[in-house]
């Protein structure tokens, strides 16, 4: 049995929102729609809404910054300008949902806490990553204090910046980039490079439907990310490395292992010598990009091509490619002597 094309699997609103500052005070700050007839906040006249319906919703979030947009307006409005920028806003408002919102042991904070982690695999992504994250930090410090940021460690701030980098998604309506959300419920979706459902948005509100027909033993899959349909299996990951420190593991990117070779079980098994000094196994570089960080003292970058062109690892190669010759001629030797037993050849 299987679900048809075009079935609406999910429709739903997100946990977290930010409307693009493109379209502040053009759009209500909690359904992105447009309006022409917005109603400012009274207090800190920072935030705009279409009804008061949309207000009292967002006021759950909002009543934790109102106050703060306010005094930051009077007494450093140049800095108040920083939170024109849109990932500014969300992470302050990703920020305040985990640690005033979402409940302990609620539904809601496992499924944010299972999202997307930064883990060891970005590590050459590590600088870039801080630098982008003590750029939303700053402001943060300057509008809600020390002691909004110091309810969590360091360690703990920068695993919700990574969660929300990996998991807010680009809300567009008609081609227009309306703003940026996450959406908690959609936690259960895996990414795919060849997904087999779509999401599209109206206003905030999200819906994913099929693409083909599924079968129901199928797991559901989207596109999170935006990329050239015409780049090949390398390009891709290349451009997901590059533009998100992301490793894609989907079933287009990384397609079932075939049965591997006793050559390439031995392999796999190399002991190879790092320009460091230290030594791993090969296949902790075999799916390396071709610019990594060292895998052990993680204190340069290094190549596949520097590593095998040193006479050491050309020694081990050689020395892997004549052990194998030899084992491979002692099981001809054995299958010969075997086959002429007369059991054997019948």
Not at 175 to 187: E, N, P, R, S, V
Not at 236 to 249: A, P, S, V
């Amino acid at each position: 049995m299987t679900d048809p094309a075009g079935k609406i699997f999910y429709e739903g609103y997100p946990s977290v929102r930010a409307l693009n500052d493109e379209y502040k005070e053009k759009a209500c700050d909690y359904c992105f729609k447009k309006c022409s007839n917005l109603r400012r906040c009274s207090q800190c006249k920072f935030m705009s809404y279409c009804t008061q319906e949309c207000q009292k919703a967002d006021w759950l979030v909002h009543k934790y910054e109102c106050k703060k947009f306010s005094e930051l307006s009077k007494s450093k409005p140049n800095t108040l300008k920083l939170f024109n920028d849109v990932l500014i806003r969300a992470f302050l408002r990703t920020l305040i949902s985990v640690k005033y919102i979402l409940k302990p042991n609620s539904i809601e904070l496992e499924n944010f806490n299972a999202l997307f982690p930064y883990n060891d695999e970005m590590s050459s992504f590590s600088a870039e990553r801080m630098k982008s994250f003590n750029s939303m930090i700053n402001p943060l410090k300057e509008l809600m204090g020390n002691q909004f940021l110091n309810e969590f460690s360091e360690e703990k701030n920068l695993s919700i910046f990574d969660k929300m980098n990996h998991f807010i998604l680009e809300v567009k309506n008609n081609g227009d980039t309306m703003g940026y959300a996450i959406y908690l419920d959609l936690q259960y979706l895996k990414h795919s490079c060849d997904p087999n459902c779509e999401f599209y948005f109206e206003g905030a509100k999200i819906i994913v439907r099929t693409i083909r027909d599924l079968e129901q033993s199928e797991h559901l899959t989207v596109s999170f990310f935006e990329f050239d349909k015409s780049l090949n299996d390398a390009g891709r990951k290349l451009f997901f490395m590059n533009e998100y420190g992301f490793i894609c593991r989907c079933e287009k990117c990384m397609p079932p292992t075939p049965t591997k070779s006793p050559k390439y079980e031995m392999a796999m098994n190399l002991e190879i010598f790092l320009p460091c000094g230290f030594t791993t196994q090969f296949k902790y570089l075999e799916n390396q990009p071709q610019i990594f960080d060292c895998p052990v003292c993680k204190n340069h970058t290094i190549s596949l091509k520097e590593c095998f062109d040193m006479p050491r690892n050309k020694l081990e190669v050689a020395r892997m490619d004549y052990e194998f010759e030899v084992d491979r001629l002692e099981r001809m030797k054995k299958f010969k002597s075997y086959k002429e037993l007369a059991e054997s050849y019948v």
